[in-house]
């Protein structure tokens, strides 16, 4: 069933999640996704690859909101039998004294050219293991901190032990985030010289030789984001065989930091936008974090309607995305209005069958969709309502937001009843609305159908940021806190504009935020000649989703990060 993809060596992309398709839950947010993205352009592009994730049975979770605004989790049982194919290889790990024997999952990835790539999703559901060992696979980002780190051990050593057992021959590892660290572990204790050539208080470890095969992606600079393990969990869970000693020397005295190994492991390091590598440089002293930002998957997030755009005035772009910078010249006005408004009607439909709302076309849609966390700043928006309902006398608008908490952070699921609270409070002057279940078909539908992408994080927390980028692909310009991705993206009234200065003292967002949409935004939107209009959309598209796309982004890993 894998002989199509072990006659050549390929490089195998290690995270925890993975946003394959939206009937899959194996997925919370940007990071899966980008990590989909990252395998649907290898397949277009025919870079040899092998993904390795976990099945995550249980999905994320599936949100409901109630009418207070309270948000309700679901585990949503997937099967993995509808998507994928049982592939008949098994291996055992040691977990926490026990032998956890670990299958996979077989999926198809399959770009446009033809070209193919597996992915395979780690399971411990299987009937030889203890009872609590099948549910390690179950949650993705569930349970306690010794579940998490069995979890990582399956994804980094399983996964590891998984590619051998199958036959996949791998060229290099591409470890995203610390979750899948271990990994290298395993490879140090392949890579050992004979005890003969070690002279004492030597280690045996080939490092080098380790250090050459992996490359690292830092996604996030949230501390909370890094995991840590005390070494009496480690010593506890982990494969005894391993000498903690030297694990030490890699990952921290005081506690096993997964971020701190997978930097020493490995002999590329980058963050995922300019500004991010320049913090993470900063926070991981001694390391040369390099930079690739982050893009998204071209026709994955182009609305059916640009497909068809692109199609006929730029074909090849699904392949070569940097055509799209032709979009300014080649494209007639019309034509991208036209696009545009289906796409908009596609998402007011969609809003209507979830909610019942009809939102008005004629209006602008302010879109805001993303993980619902204090850094994000979902609220900014409402920060003075006073205000923004002055600004909607003048210039009528419509909000449409989405997002998810997790399902351990108590102050995200109160920003969902603030917002919640927000919208019956404008009720009658601006219509608010909420959808519940933030997944990748509601992300298509929104950042292509409203008018006006909003983002507003906290600087310098927001690493990149795509959601901005599928806007830009479908002609949507950006309102944006310079940070993260829109620091590269932003040309001021030409692919969207600024709030703020990017200054981290940010007590004046809110009011720049409306400065912007008052004085700015909505007048160029409401003037009479929509050419000028248009041309930010054409803004949009040729300066920004000609680069901010995953195609650019995987050229770069290929010839920086795989070939050394
Ligand atoms: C793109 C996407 C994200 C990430 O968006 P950000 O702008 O990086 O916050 C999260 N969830 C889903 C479903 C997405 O499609």
Known sequence: MLDEFTHGPRVAYFSMEIALRNEIPTYAGGLGVLAGDTVRSAADLMIPMVAVSLVSRAGYFHQQ??????????????????????????????????????????YVVEGHMGGRQPVLLLDTDLNENHPEDREITHYLYGGDTAYRLKQEIVLGIGGLRMLQALGVTVRHYHMNEG??????????????????????????????????????????????????????????????DFDIESIKHLAGEDNLNMTRLALNLSEYVNGVAKKHAEVSNAMFPGYRVHAITNGVHPFTWAAESFRQLYNHYLPGWCHEPQLLMRADCCIP???????????????????????????????????????????KRPGLL??????????????????????????????????????????????????????????????????????????????????????????????????????????????????????????????????????????????????????NWIKVMKGAISKNASYFNSHRMMRRYATEAYIR
């Open 65 to 106: 909101i109630d009418a207070q605004g309270r948000q309700v989790a679901q585990a949503v049982f997937w099967e993995p039998e509808r998507w994928t194919r049982a592939l008949d290889a098994k291996i055992a790990v040691p977990i926490d004294g026990r032998t956890v024997w670990v299958g996979a999952w077989l």
């Open 333 to 375: 006005d019309a034509a991208i209005w036209e696009s545009h408004v289906q796409a908009k009607q596609y998402l007011i439909k969609k809003v209507q069958a979830i909610t019942g709302v009809s939102l008005d076309p004629k209006l602008p849609i302010i879109g805001y969709a993303r993980r619902m966390t204090a850094y």
């Open 382 to 531: 409402f920060s003075d309502i006073e205000r923004l309902k002055k600004i909607a006398r003048h210039h009528p608008f419509q909000v449409v937001l989405a997002g998810k908490a997790h399902a351990h952070d108590e102050n995200g699921k109160h920003l969902i009843e603030q917002l919640y609270a927000h919208a019956r409070d404008l009720a009658g002057t601006i219509t608010v609305i909420y959808l519940p279940e933030y997944n990748i078909e509601l992300a298509q539908a929104l950042t292509a159908g409203a008018d006006v992408w909003l983002n507003t994080p906290l600087p310098p927390l927001e690493a990149s940021g795509t959601s901005g980028m599928k806007a830009a692909l479908n002609g949507v310009p950006s309102l944006s806190i310079l940070d993260g991705w829109w620091m590269e993206g932003c040309i001021e009234g030409v692919t969207g504009w600024a709030i703020g200065d990017g200054m981290e003292i940010a007590d004046g967002d809110g009011h720049e935020l409306y400065d912007k949409l008052e004085q700015v935004v909505f007048p160029l939107y409401y003037s009479n000649d929509r050419s």
């Open 179 to 240: 979750h899948s660290a271990l990994l290298g572990l395993e490879l140090l204790r392949w890579y050992t010289y004979p005890t003969e050539d070690v002279r004492p208080g030597e280690s045996h470890y080939n490092l080098p030789r380790v250090r050459d095969l992996c490359s690292f992606t830092t996604h996030t600079p949230i501390e909370a984001g890094h995991d840590r393990f005390s070494y009496e969990l480690v010593q506890r869970v982990l494969d005894s």
